[in-house]
């Protein structure tokens, strides 16, 4: 089946430090992958995405490369800040009869200043 | 307003209660999906919606009735609430079509606590 795993959390670290949250998937067929955030007591919001092998998405200074060889989709960023302190969720989602999105169990990152 | 709200954000009730939470959206998108989220299991399917009068069973269906008389709205209603259901519950919406590489809209989240 379909699924995806992520690094547990909580993941801290400080102001200007460079990020990855490993995410890894297994799909059957052709997955779009997706990062969702999650910011302290609100819903979900979509941060990036891409739909086949090899698409970088970005956003917000946030990277995640579609590597189908490896079945990754790790999410990146250069210099954190405090405001980048939320959950952060890993997605695939596989076109078939029943189209849904498959969500990993999220990580925690704490920015302290 | 514009968007996806919840009502109501919190809300304490009794075991064997009926309990209906409710979500509407005004961007008139076809797909309508319910969730739960607790620690440990991230965020789980409960049932989704393609269009109006038409609804299908997520990962953990079971307790939980939905309706979708009219595309905006997506009300989840627990027959008889147990302890289990205690949880933070989104809704989520989508303009479908390729839905594999749609985004998904959420919710601000309702707190629900049975006692």
């Known amino acids: 089946g379909n699924s995806v795993t992520q690094m547990e959390g909580p993941v801290t670290l400080s102001e200007e430090a460079f990020l990855t949250i490993n995410c890894t998937y297994t799909a059957t067929g052709y997955p779009s992958l997706f990062w969702y955030v999650q910011y302290p007591g609100e819903g979900l919001q979509l941060l990036l995405k891409a739909t086949k092998a090899d698409d970088k998405g970005s956003n917000k200074g946030f990277e995640a490369t579609y590597r189908k060889e490896t079945t990754s989709f790790h999410l990146e960023k250069g210099s954190v800040q405090v405001s980048d302190s939320a959950v952060y969720f890993c997605?695939?989602?596989?076109?078939?009869?029943?189209?849904?999105?498959?969500f990993g169990k999220g990580t925690r990152l704490h920015i302290l200043p | 307003d514009a968007g996806i709200t919840q009502s109501p954000r919190y809300k304490i009730t009794e075991t064997g209660r009926q309990v209906t939470l409710m979500c509407h959206q005004t961007w008139s998108h076809s797909y309508m999906f319910w969730y739960r989220q607790d620690l440990g299991h991230g965020l789980r399917l409960i049932y989704y919606?393609?269009?109006?009068?038409?609804?299908d069973k997520g990962e953990v269906p079971d307790g939980y009735v939905v309706s979708r008389s009219k595309t905006e709205n997506f009300p989840l209603t627990l027959e008889s609430a147990t302890r289990s259901q205690t949880s933070v519950y989104f809704c989520?919406?989508?303009?479908?079509?390729?839905?594999?590489?749609?985004?998904?809209?959420f919710g601000p989240g309702t707190r629900l606590t049975v006692l």
């Open positions: 919606s393609a269009a109006a009068d038409i609804t």
């Open positions: 997605a695939l989602s596989v076109m078939n009869r029943d189209d849904k999105i498959i």
């Open positions: 989520a919406s989508g303009a479908g079509g390729t839905l594999s590489t749609d985004t998904q809209y």
